[in-house]
């Protein structure tokens, strides 16, 4: 009897075929069934994404080929190592640890890799799951300033596929769904729900290839995260995360590894498929990274970025078309002890039809390890200081923009962005096990320029600051958990208490807001 990797063909098909019999009821009742809920048409579509697996594993493929000597794969040594850990980015997942069969230790694993030519492991079709499932507390909107908060719930959805084609061609694809239930005002436009969407679609070309040295061409949608994601980042803390559209270059040469990319934002509607690129928005720049030997297990990181937006608005200023330029450097290593992590960054440009922008930014984080105590704390200081605008009367614009920032670089609550900000963190990592860590993160806010308000991560402005002169803004009192239960479930929660200092008093009703999140990630 033919078998594929141990197992009989019958018995696969078998399988397959009573996995997508049972499928089909649960399909029909979700689309036919006499008042079908919104919830029961988001049950269909996830059972027709499932289906697609299971023909994967149970369909016709080329394993069920007769094998012969050109195609027969080779006798695997045992599986020496443990699966590779789930990276941030799910393209960046090393599918390659499953090309041995021995390593394939859950009947999800058979779908990690997929080998397409014998055993060359170049040639390979591989699938993902990711899921967060989150519920979510604000007592407050908007720093007391909107509605009365509540609990809701969020639920994210990723199903991609991977195939390669050797070394100089891939294709990478991404479904995903954004969903929120029982938010006071409704889902936040642009970070909370979108029904069903192609998050991902591109395609990688090898140009060039001579040893380690490589240049390579990414065109389409596509996650970027550069550096400490001060600028670039996947936005993972909002429900719905960011995919930028077009052209990506890069370099690996020596020590250098060096991006340069013209992108556009996709548009974050509401429904299904109804995302297209932002074309009122451009961005493109150079990013380089490589070794820094006048520091301790230093590296530098070079970059320029440009920016364009159609509209946009600044407190005082009202709105108008801004061009920004933006050029940096970050210093960063890791020591036996010692963690650091500086950044220096200067934008100029055009705001409407008279104002120049000058805006300057400073960001640094220190941490000293003790690897040897059994908690293995790591204790850090972070600090940053962001420009905003000193006189709205002027033909100079001061505030900073931060582009497409990490949103939750303080607290998941995500309050305000990095701009007309001055903050200090302290705070410190303990592992109360090795799969349990806890981070007290407490958090003091001023802003930078008393004639500016604050804003959120979208450019809009959630408090004006025209109301008053104060400069202190809040502290937050927080502590997050992490728990790696194993390697496909993680659970995380947050909790953050806000004290309104004097500029929420005098310009809110300066109400203490809780906030707290927890979810379940599920990945495979």
Known sequence: MQSVQGFPIKTIEKAAAKLRHGMIPIARFALRAPGCSRRQARLATIVRVASLFVLAAGGPTSAQMPQTAETAIPVQSACSEAAPAFTQLTYDENNRYFSNPNCRTEF???????????????????????????????????????????????????????????????????????????????????????????????????????????????????????????????????????????????????????DTFALRPTLDNPGNFNDPPNHAS????????????????????????????????????????????????????????????????????????????????????????????????????????????????SHTLGTFNSIFEKGPYFSYAEVFARRNLIALQPYVEIHLSKTVTLTPNPALFWRESPRDGLYTIGNAVVISGQKSNARYIATQASAQLRWKMNRNLTWFTEYAHFFPGDFLKQSTPGTNMNFWTGWLDIRY
């Open 108 to 258: 999800l694993d058979r779908l990690k890799y997929i080998p397409l030519r014998g055993g060359n492991e170049d040639y390979y079709l591989s699938f993902g799951i990711f899921t967060r499932d989150r519920g979510e507390y604000f007592s407050h909107f908007d720093l007391g300033s909107g509605p009365s908060g509540n609990a809701y719930l969020m639920q994210r959805y990723f199903v991609h596929m991977d195939l390669h084609l050797s070394e100089r061609f891939r294709f990478f694809g991404e479904l995903a769904s954004s969903l929120e239930t029982g938010r006071n005002s409704g889902p936040r436009g642009g970070l909370d729900e979108k029904q069903l969407y192609v998050h991902q679609g591109f395609f990688d070309i090898g140009l060039w290839r001579s040893g380690k040295d490589s240049l390579t061409l990414r065109a389409g949608r596509q996650e970027m995260v550069l550096g400490s994601e001060n600028f670039v980042s996947t936005r993972d803390g909002r429900n719905i995360r960011r995919s930028l559209n077009g052209f990506r270059l890069t370099w690996v040469k020596g020590d250098w590894t060096i």
């Open 282 to 393: 451009s961005f493109w720049g150079a990013y380089a990274v490589r070794p820094f030997a006048f520091l301790p297990q230093g590296n530098v990181d070079l970059y320029y970025f440009g920016l364009d937006l159609q509209k946009v608005t600044f407190d005082g200023k009202g709105s108008g078309r801004e061009q920004r330029e933006t050029i940096g450097t970050r210093l960063w290593g890791t020591t036996e002890h010692w963690d650091y992590n500086d950044e220096f960054t200067y934008q100029w440009g055009w705001f409407g039809p008279v104002d120049d922008i000058r805006a300057w930014a400073i960001s640094t984080e220190t941490a000293y390890r003790i690897d040897s105590n059994s908690l293995k704390p790591r204790f850090a200081l972070r600090a940053i200081a962001l420009s905003g605008d000193q006189n709205p009367a």
